[in-house]
């Protein structure tokens, strides 16, 4: 056979293809393993981090534990191209099948058509490894058939149309999948999604401001922030929005779950709701935006296409907070390490939930007992950055028992529609641009698609010359008002809908945003 006689040349040289995460994109690494005669050693170069260093003692074990030799040879592992830096355990079952195949234990032309991915343990399994989604987008982007992967992110990956998904548990079970020896079963149908309960507006009783709110929010997906005394419901009506956005396009749906594989997150198969997070007020910068020695996604890329949920606003760190402005302004957060940038989508909805004051009770007559300092500081801790970037400033009040025993304003089912219409319009309005709801204008956009009339006009004019409004907050007064008609079912904004987006640019108080 050919590769016995391959096994007797001097050197022997196999190849095999797999895929590095960058960020969270596929790269196609090329991994080339050199057998030749000389002490027996295992080398690993091209640019791996310390799990791949290790890698040499895993698959030393998978080998030999799954009843194949480990060549007592000089073995060299390089993983191409080397200008690109590889981290995590993935790169090990690429590995051992290029040194099963370079010692004549697999059929070389095996592996020419065949992508493989996935960590080994000692004994020869293999592990369940993150990022399965994006290897198979990479390999089918390459034009392979067949892909190797650990059979627990089998179903996931077979997302992907186009690419037979061969998934497997043990190194023995790769080797007899790519030399088509036994196949192993498809991975099986993902089950119609069971529509998991989600919370309902209808939950929500009086507030009937602060659900319009969320609506609009929803509808133009603006940034909220949600002010109140504590109990009054905020983080209750933050936990709803999700149940009102339109849902996840097929494709946005797969690039969800490619960054949520990425960074480990377990799903069975596709993600269907759109991510909602809520990350802890002690979370770090690092934790919020990405980053790390190997850059991994934050909190704002997992709720990439969702709503980033930060609730007690005023407890965050200063700069975890500031280090949001760059994702909140790009849609994307760039992590630079060495020579390199890795970039991590953000395109989320930003809710923020905080009270008014250090006590809580700022405004509600009586019960405050904050000085004047306390209050200095709680506004120092919530204006800026994030302040500047929110849409709508809303004021949760408790709600009266009136309201409490009534029935509920609306719910989720009834705003589901509501919106879905209000994205449609928008949709046909924003065609052609790269804006995809009114919280994505830019100022271009706002210019050559946005109509106000007359009146629409002067209620705009009127706030500017106030000086209620900088040029940036007319924008964002604009773009609100526009989601408001779009609500309505118009398309010309009229002075109505401008009053009521200025309405919400006002802090419990009275007090303007005029910075914005
Ligand atoms: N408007 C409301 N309608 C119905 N239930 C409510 C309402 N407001 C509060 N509740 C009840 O009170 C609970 C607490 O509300 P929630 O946690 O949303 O308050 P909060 O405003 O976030 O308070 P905090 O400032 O302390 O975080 C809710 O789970 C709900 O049971
Ligand atoms: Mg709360």
Same mark, same amino acid.
């Given at each position: 056979?050919?590769?016995?006689?391959?096994?007797?040349?001097?050197?022997?040289?196999?190849?095999?293809?797999?895929?590095?995460?960058?960020?969270?994109?596929?790269?196609?690494? /090329?991994?080339?393993?050199?057998? *030749?005669?000389? %002490?027996?050693?295992?080398?690993?170069?091209?640019?791996?981090?310390?799990?791949?260093?290790?890698?040499?003692?895993?698959?030393?074990?998978?080998?030999?534990?799954?009843?194949?030799? #480990?060549?007592?040879?000089?073995?060299?592992?390089?993983?191409?191209?080397?200008?690109?830096?590889?981290?995590?355990?993935?790169?090990?079952?690429?590995?051992?099948?290029?040194?099963?195949?370079?010692?004549?234990?697999?059929?070389?032309?095996?592996?020419?058509?065949?992508? &493989?991915?996935?960590?080994?343990?000692?004994?020869?399994?293999?592990?369940?490894?993150?990022?399965?989604?994006?290897?198979?987008?990479?390999?089918?982007? /390459?034009?392979?058939?067949?892909?190797?992967?650990?059979?627990?992110?089998?179903?996931?990956?077979?997302?992907?149309?186009?690419?037979?998904?061969?998934?497997?548990?043990?190194?023995? =079970?790769?080797?007899?999948?790519?030399?088509?020896?036994?196949?192993?079963?498809?991975?099986?149908?993902?089950?119609?999604?069971?529509?998991?309960?989600?919370?309902? %507006?209808?939950?929500?009783?009086?507030?009937?401001?602060?659900?319009?709110?969320?609506?609009?929010?929803?509808?133009?997906?603006?940034?909220?922030?949600?002010?109140?005394?504590?109990?009054?419901?905020?983080?209750?009506?933050?936990?709803?929005?999700?149940?009102?956005?339109?849902?996840?396009?097929?494709?946005?749906?797969?690039?969800?779950?490619?960054?949520?594989?990425?960074?480990?997150?377990?799903?069975?198969?596709?993600?269907?709701?759109?991510?909602?997070?809520?990350?802890?007020?002690?979370?770090?910068?690092?934790?919020?935006?990405?980053?790390?020695?190997?850059?991994?996604?934050?909190?704002?890329?997992?709720?990439?296409?969702?709503?980033?949920?930060?609730?007690?606003?005023?407890? #965050?760190?200063?700069?975890?907070?500031?280090?949001?402005r760059q994702p909140l302004e790009d849609g994307r957060v760039s992590i630079v390490r060495g020579q390199h940038a890795?970039?991590?989508?953000?395109? #989320?909805?930003?809710?923020?939930?905080?009270?008014? /004051?250090?006590?809580?009770?700022?405004?509600?007559?009586?019960? /405050?007992?904050?000085?004047?300092?306390?209050?200095?500081r709680h506004q120092r801790r919530i204006s800026g950055p994030l302040l500047d970037r929110m849409d709508l400033l809303?004021?949760?009040?408790?709600?009266?028992?009136?309201?409490?025993?009534?029935?509920? &304003?609306?719910?989720?089912?009834?705003?589901?529609?509501?919106?879905?219409?209000? *994205?449609?319009?928008?949709?046909?309005?924003?065609?052609?641009?790269?804006?995809?709801?009114?919280?994505?204008?830019?100022?271009?956009?706002?210019?050559?698609?946005?109509?106000?009339?007359?009146?629409?006009?002067?209620? %705009?004019?009127?706030?500017?010359?106030?000086? =209620?409004?900088?040029? *940036?907050?007319?924008?964002?007064?604009?773009?609100?008002?526009?989601?408001?008609?779009?609500?309505?079912?118009?398309?010309?904004?009229?002075?109505?809908?401008?009053?009521?987006?200025?309405? #919400?640019?006002?802090?419990?108080?009275g007090e303007e945003v005029a910075a914005a």
């Open positions: 056979m050919r590769h016995t006689l391959w096994a007797r040349l001097a050197f022997v040289l196999a190849r095999v293809t797999t895929f590095a995460i960058d960020g969270v994109e596929p790269r196609h690494v /090329c991994v080339e393993v050199d057998i *030749r005669p000389g %002490l027996p050693a295992f080398t690993i170069v091209g640019l791996g981090d310390a799990a791949v260093r290790e890698s040499r003692e895993r698959i030393r074990s998978a080998i030999l534990n799954s009843g194949f030799e #480990f060549p007592q040879r000089r073995i060299t592992a390089n993983l191409a191209p080397a200008s690109l830096r590889k981290a995590g355990p993935g790169f090990d079952a690429a590995m051992a099948l290029a040194v099963l195949a370079a010692s004549g234990q697999l059929a070389a032309d095996a592996l020419s058509h065949v992508a &493989v991915f996935g960590e080994l343990s000692l004994s020869g399994e293999l592990r369940e490894s993150a990022g399965a989604l994006a290897v198979a987008e990479g390999a089918s982007r /390459c034009g392979l058939k067949k892909l190797v992967v650990p059979a627990a992110r089998a179903r996931e990956a077979s997302l992907v149309d186009g690419i037979q998904v061969l998934g497997v548990s043990t190194l023995r =079970m790769a080797v007899d999948a790519v030399t088509g020896r036994r196949l192993p079963l498809p991975p099986a149908e993902l089950r119609e999604s069971i529509a998991i309960a989600e919370p309902d %507006l209808a939950d929500v009783r009086g507030h009937t401001v602060p659900l319009l709110a969320v609506e609009i929010a929803a509808a133009g997906g603006h940034n909220l922030l949600l002010e109140g005394p504590p109990g009054t419901g905020k983080t209750m009506l933050a936990r709803r929005l999700p149940s009102i956005l339109p849902p996840l396009t097929r494709a946005e749906a797969i690039e969800v779950t490619r960054i949520h594989s990425v960074a480990g997150l377990h799903h069975d198969g596709l993600v269907r709701g759109r991510p909602f997070r809520a990350p802890h007020h002690t979370i770090s910068a690092a934790g919020l935006v990405g980053g790390g020695s190997t850059p991994r996604p934050g909190e704002a890329t997992l709720a990439h296409l969702g709503v980033l949920f930060m609730d007690e606003l005023s407890e #965050f760190q200063r700069t975890a907070v500031e280090a949001l890795l970039i991590f989508p953000t395109r #989320f909805m930003l809710v923020a939930a905080t009270n008014p /004051c250090p006590c809580g009770y700022a405004g509600v007559a009586d019960r /405050c007992t904050c000085g004047e300092s306390d209050l200095r809303v004021p949760v009040q408790r709600p009266s028992d009136a309201e409490l025993r009534a029935g509920p &304003v609306t719910d989720s089912a009834a705003g589901r529609v509501r919106v879905a219409q209000a *994205r449609e319009r928008q949709q046909r309005r924003l065609a052609g641009t790269a804006a995809r709801s009114n919280g994505e204008m830019d100022a271009g956009t706002i210019q050559a698609r946005i109509r106000l009339d007359e009146r629409g006009q002067a209620a %705009l004019g009127d706030a500017y010359l106030a000086g =209620m409004l900088s040029a *940036r907050g007319r924008h964002r007064v604009v773009r609100v008002a526009q989601t408001i008609a779009d609500l309505d079912g118009r398309d010309t904004i009229t002075d109505v809908d401008v009053l009521l987006a200025l309405n #919400f640019r006002q802090r419990a108080g």
